[in-house]
């Protein structure tokens, strides 16, 4: 089975630093992704990795420990329209593009 | 231009009718889906189809029938509709059914039925 973790909600500042984190029970590994979702509309594609390390891009970077089981988004110089639920999802090792998804973490951004 | 497209956005029907969503896209892309985001927000597959043929089929009601007429559309029939059917439903797409490829989403479909 499949069984990925990650917080139910997090709270941060207009131009801080906020670390997501996700950890993963799967059977086998192909990939995990991270997605953003605003209220009311689709999920969108931030991150993904592969391999274990730091992947940077803008703002935003994502790290994976295959070993560990465990990913984080970080999300640098926060904005007020950062405020939405990020999706932790990892692809398994069955060789489908199929994504399972965690729970999200709703971030609400403050002034 | 949308990528991937599903119609209707928003579906409010009684219990016990049968309804319909729709979807395309246009990304020339092999591999497409229907997941199911519940109250809790919680996304998770229902089907996942490749170039027409069903693929994956989690464990769905027979009450929701897929239907793919060709490759880039991916329609969903529900039947006899329930309470607990009452969701939004994202059809998605991806390039094939490889992993390493990024699954893009539609719009969601809003389904409530009282």
């Known amino acids: 089975g499949q069984n990925i973790d990650q917080p139910t909600e997090m709270t941060a500042t207009e131009g801080a630093i906020v670390q997501i984190n996700c950890t993963y029970q799967t059977s086998g590994f192909n990939g995990l992704f991270w997605y953003q979702q605003h209220a009311g509309e689709a999920p969108t594609f931030l991150s993904y990795n592969v391999l274990d390390g730091l992947e940077e891009k803008g703002r935003f970077s994502s790290f994976l420990s295959r070993s560990k089981g465990y990913s984080y988004l970080l999300l640098k110089e926060l904005q007020m329209k950062d405020s939405a639920s990020y999706l932790c999802a990892v692809r398994d090792g069955s060789g489908y593009s199929t994504l399972t998804f965690g729970k999200g973490t709703m971030l609400l951004v403050s002034p | 231009d949308t990528a991937v497209s599903q119609t209707p956005k928003y579906l409010v029907t009684q219990m016990g009718n049968d309804k319909s969503i729709k979807c395309e896209q246009n990304l020339g892309h092999d591999t497409m889906y229907w997941y199911k985001q519940d109250s809790k927000k919680f996304l998770k597959i229902m089907f996942s189809y490749n170039n027409k043929e069903l693929i994956i089929n989690e464990t769905v009601p027979n009450r929701f029938s897929p239907k793919s007429p060709d490759k880039a559309h991916l329609n969903l029939h529900i039947n006899s509709l329930e309470l607990g059917d009452s969701a939004v439903y994202f059809c998605?797409?991806?390039?094939?059914?490889?992993?390493?490829?990024?699954?893009?989403f539609g719009e969601g479909s809003w389904l409530t039925v009282v």
């Open positions: 998605a797409s991806s390039q094939d059914i490889t992993g390493g490829n990024t699954i893009y």
